[in-house]
């Protein structure tokens, strides 16, 4: 039943002596068109990490439409991910997007070895050459070395240093926050989060990492000035998921126990603590499917987009309002005032579901 080879346990000891030295880090539902309302939740507030909040902030209650895309597990440089890149620069001059939201796994297989390496070219700028708006990226597993399994935080931290060198990477800190129109955007690191509180949390590196975001979040909801915004929060990591990964807490069909380490049991905790009830929507990747999940958490609902350049299995059945695994694709969001647009669109520029929240006052 299990869906984790041995050979993650083979590599552990190789892993842990990879990651033994001291590593740096920067950081120091809403219901579908067919009918529900929306998560409410409150917050304001500033960028955290070692970058500020980006975008734009038009103010509350100005009827403004924020447009964006949003697409995981595409650092390949293959055709599949040029293919989709295509279909997105044709909707985007059709319907308009001010800005990508990137899921993780930007750097396949073990991310990136500093700011002057060639993936950079293959794997981001070329394929996204024709898309001229910033794309804000979260880390993914794959993008933290260690075999993919995403110890290391010196890649990551150098996806954050690209920054200064590009005009379209926008990731200024490992997780922070930007804001456009009236959406507040949470960019949030779950793969250093992934190995807080395990064997693998040395000197609690990534449980301090985990607790920095805790402490943004909490903030925002503390913070009544913008009441009413709507508030999306994305990591790498899902929470639900009908793909081979699985829910958080249950990954690859493990327990609690010894595989604590590898069953995202820190993800489900961290997000029901931190984001259940709060934000509107949880967007993810990590399982390469695209995928609107019914169940919600306090009112936070779920959508997985990670198949910006492969897909995998869905292997779960947990009910969901749309669910694609045959092509790679992508989503389209768009918000005017309290109505939310969300577009399902694959490889081949079909439109394959379209739904629409209303936000509650």
């Known amino acids: 039943m299990a869906h984790l080879s041995l050979s993650w346990f083979a590599v552990l000891p190789v892993i842990l002596a990879s990651c033994s030295e001291p590593?740096?880090?920067?950081?120091?539902?809403?219901?579908?068109?067919?009918?529900?309302?929306?998560?409410?939740?409150?917050?304001?507030?500033?960028?955290?990490?070692?970058?500020?909040?980006?975008g734009e902030g038009e103010g509350e209650g100005e009827e403004v439409t924020v447009s964006w895309i949003a697409l995981g597990d595409t650092g390949e440089g293959n055709e599949a991910q040029f293919a989709v890149a295509d279909v997105i620069a044709t909707v985007c001059a059709a319907q308009g997007c001010d800005f990508a939201l990137l899921l993780g796994d930007n750097f396949y297989d073990t991310g990136v070895d500093g700011v002057d390496d060639p993936q950079w070219q293959y794997k981001f700028e070329l394929p996204y050459a024709d898309l001229d708006f910033p794309f804000f990226p979260v880390l993914g597993n794959h993008d933290g070395g260690a075999f993919g399994a995403g110890l290391q935080l010196s890649p990551g931290d150098d996806q954050v240093e690209y920054s200064t060198f590009s005009d379209k990477w926008t990731m200024p800190a490992r997780f922070h926050k930007h804001s456009h129109g009236n959406v507040d955007f949470f960019a949030l690191d779950t793969s250093s989060m992934f190995f807080a509180g395990t064997l693998f949390d040395f000197d609690d590196r990534y449980s301090d990492m985990a607790a920095e975001q805790e402490a943004m979040l909490q903030a925002e909801w503390a913070n009544p000035a913008t009441a009413g915004r709507w508030r999306f929060a994305y990591g790498h990591h899902p929470y639900l998921s009908n793909g081979k990964h699985g829910n958080a807490g249950a990954y690859e069909g493990l327990d609690d126990g010894i595989f604590v380490t590898v069953n995202g049991q820190s993800i489900k905790d961290f997000v029901e603590a931190n984001v259940c009830g709060e934000a509107d929507f949880y967007l993810a990747g990590h399982d390469h499917s695209r995928q609107w999940l019914l169940d919600t958490c306090e009112g936070t609902q779920f959508i997985v987009s990670g198949a910006g350049a492969k897909t995998s299995e869905l292997l779960g059945t947990q009910p969901v309002h749309f669910e694609d695994v045959e092509t790679e694709g992508f989503n389209w969001f768009s918000v005017r005032g309290n109505t939310l647009t969300v577009q399902f669109w694959n490889s081949a520029g079909v439109m394959e579901h379209e739904g629409t929240v209303i936000k509650s006052p």
């Open 23 to 54: 590593l740096s880090s920067t950081n120091d539902d809403a219901g579908a068109g067919e009918g529900a309302g929306a998560g409410e939740g409150e917050g304001e507030g500033e960028g955290e990490g070692d970058g500020e909040g980006e």
